[in-house]
């Protein structure tokens, strides 16, 4: 079955510096990858996602890249804001055959310091 | 306004009751999901649902039970709780789709703690 492997577990930035995160998954079946911001005590929601026939998808400050070859794909966000500090989730998915079971990375805290 | 709603929010019980844990959208969807979640941490799928009657276990093994009677509630069963159980319980649904990819949207959840 699938696998996704998150990096960093942590990560913290000065308010205005860009943020990177890094995912990895093992089922080169998977054709979509959502991201989830999960803030303190609240529900996990969606920010952005991409289709696996698109390399790059951009949303204001937030943009994810994908490599098929490479099996990875990144969410970058740029200019940080304090309210960017969250936990962010990866995850993939092979929708036709899995029917949207999403598996998850194991999420990344993003610390933006004023 | 279109939602999930999940209850209780928050429950401490004591190790060998049965609880249910109550899950409802407004959302109009057709599949709904139970999520196991340590508080920050990675999400476990451990239920599914693509409608009515339809039900099937997750990727992460779990000793609770689930039904589907009615296509906007979901509702998740142990038996008899136990102090590994203490964890977030995460409810989501999203529409049955076809070739679309369909966000999943998740309830507040139920905090759970066994004592």
């Known amino acids: 079955g699938e696998n996704v492997e998150q990096h960093p577990s942590t990560l913290s930035v000065q308010e205005g510096d860009s943020a990177v995160i890094k995912c990895t998954y093992s089922d080169s079946a998977s054709n979509y990858f959502p991201w989830y911001k999960q803030e303190l005590g609240k529900r996990p929601q969606l920010i952005i996602d991409?289709?696996?026939?698109?390399g790059e998808k951009k949303d204001q400050r937030i943009a994810v890249t994908l490599n098929k070859t490479a099996k990875h794909f990144s969410l970058h966000i740029t200019e940080t804001q304090p309210e960017d500090s969250a936990v962010y989730f990866c995850a993939a998915t092979d929708f036709y055959n899995q029917g949207g079971k999403l598996i998850f990375g194991q999420g990344t805290e993003l610390s933006v310091k004023p | 306004e279109a939602d999930i709603y999940q209850t209780p929010r928050y429950l401490v019980i004591g190790t060998g009751k049965k609880i249910t844990l109550e899950c409802s959208q407004t959302?109009?969807?057709?599949?709904m999901y139970w999520y196991q979640q340590d508080p920050g941490m990675e999400l476990h799928l451990i239920h599914y649902?693509?409608?009515?009657?339809?039900?099937e276990k997750g990727d992460l093994s779990s000793e609770s039970t689930v039904s589907r009677i009615r296509t906007e509630h979901f509702p998740l069963t142990l038996e008899s709780a136990r102090p590994s159980h203490t964890s977030q319980y995460l409810c989501?649904?999203?529409?049955?789709?076809?070739?679309?990819?369909?966000?999943?949207?998740f309830g507040p959840g139920t905090r759970l703690t066994v004592l």
């Open positions: 649902s693509y409608g009515v009657n339809s039900t």
């Open positions: 991409i289709r696996s026939n698109v």
């Open positions: 959302m109009g969807h057709d599949k």
């Open positions: 989501a649904s999203s529409e049955l789709g076809g070739t679309t990819y369909n966000e999943q949207f």
